[in-house]
């Protein structure tokens, strides 16, 4: 089984900064992505951005191109989610994921205008 924990997120205003964590722990882990999606109230999960574990590939939603930035870290197994110019419409709750697939239970983002 394969836990991944979620921290990071919190209340910020427009225009600024957070940086997200997904700790992942077990022993079945071994993902070849990882990623986040989000989920705003009364919206369907989208998703955000994903890693190639053993890659480093990356790709992104259109909606976050040149502001977020993943990365990850193999030797913590832990994935993080660099957010810059926090908009509004990016309040939503984070959420983890490989595809192996796990999901974790989120952490909650909110931008204020």
């Known amino acids: 089984q394969v836990q991944l924990v979620e921290s990071g997120g919190g209340l910020v205003q427009a225009g600024g900064s957070l940086r997200l964590s997904c700790a992942a722990s077990?022993?079945?882990?071994?993902?070849?992505?990882m990623g986040w999606f989000r989920q705003a109230p009364g919206k369907e999960r989208e998703f955000v951005a994903r890693?190639?574990?053993?890659?480093?590939?990356?790709y992104y939603a259109d909606s976050v191109k040149g502001r977020f930035t993943i990365s990850r870290d193999n030797a913590k197994k832990t994935v993080y989610l660099q957010m810059n110019g926090l908009k509004p419409e990016d309040t939503a709750l984070y959420l983890c994921?490989?595809?192996?697939?796990?999901w974790g239970r989120g952490t909650q983002v909110t931008v204020s205008s």
């Open positions: 890693i190639g574990w053993t890659s480093g590939t990356v």
């Open positions: 077990g022993r079945t882990f071994s993902p070849s992505i």
């Open positions: 994921h490989t595809d192996q697939p796990y």
